[in-house]
């Protein structure tokens, strides 16, 4: 099993529509989480982190559940502008520290008009 | 933008030649790192560096060697290229944040080894 998984898709939604991954993790005490984006040919940049009680910028809500060890992102009014890679990210150990960074594999989304 | 830029961009080089990448940063981060990308194993960190000649492995360092003799400057050399190696590289930077560490990225460094 691998440590951080991902579906990888693809999805491909109409505009307008609402979008949900979730991603896996192994290990319980894991206590960062990050949802991050790449565009084709393109570094990934941060999307958001992902806290314990839930967030949500604009369009976009993350949420950790820790009993059942997943992170989910949801996307809502679906753009075209939101076709990507979405990587998700967790720090596998309570240190924190950055070089303990996994990254899922990605979960390609596809937004159709 | 974390001030991280990637040369060369782009590069194409032979079966058991020598290569190098650099990443160049402009604001003084004290950590920095290595990770290449490619299909179906998302990022693998290569080697990092936690300061000024301080370098240390990371998941799959073999076959590659890092420099860090400037705070500014990290670079990373195959030795001698192998057609596995025909990745995508990234440097990247963390900081410090509510959160925990936040890692950002450069560009990145398409390499092709032929």
């Given at each position: 099993?691998?440590?951080?998984?991902?579906?990888?898709?693809?999805?491909?939604?109409?505009?307008?529509?609402t979008v949900a991954f979730?991603?896996?993790?192994?290990?319980?005490?894991?206590?960062?989480?990050?949802?991050?984006?790449?565009?084709?040919?393109?570094?990934?940049?941060?999307l958001m982190s992902v806290y314990s009680s839930g967030n949500e910028d604009g369009r976009f809500t993350a949420q950790l559940n820790r009993a059942s060890q997943y992170i989910s992102l949801l996307i809502r009014d679906s753009k075209l502008s939101d076709s990507a890679t979405y990587l998700c990210v967790v720090n596998l150990t309570p240190s924190g520290s950055?070089?303990?960074?996994?990254?899922?594999?990605?979960?390609?989304?596809?937004v159709l008009p | 933008d974390a001030g991280i830029t990637q040369s060369p961009r782009h590069k194409v080089t032979e079966t058991g030649t020598p290569v190098t990448l650099r990443c160049h940063q402009t604001e003084n981060h004290r950590y920095m790192y290595w990770y290449r990308q490619d299909p179906g194993h998302g990022l693998r960190l290569i080697h990092y560096s936690y300061g000024v000649k301080d370098t240390d492995k990371g998941e799959v360092s073999d076959g590659y060697?890092?420099?860090?003799?400037?705070?500014?400057?990290?670079?990373?050399?195959l030795e001698s290229a192998t057609s596995s190696q025909t990745s995508v590289y990234f440097c990247a930077i963390t900081e410090r944040g509510s959160s925990g560490n936040t890692i950002y990225f450069g560009e990145g460094s398409w390499l092709t080894v032929v």
């Open positions: 099993r691998k440590e951080v998984e991902q579906d990888p898709g693809p999805f491909n939604v109409p505009e307008g529509a979730n991603c896996t993790y192994s290990n319980s005490a894991s206590q960062s989480f990050f949802w991050y984006r790449q565009d084709c040919r393109k570094e990934p940049k941060l950055a070089r303990q960074l996994t990254f899922g594999s990605g979960t390609q989304l596809t | 060697s890092v420099s860090r003799s400037k705070t500014e400057d990290f670079l990373l050399t």
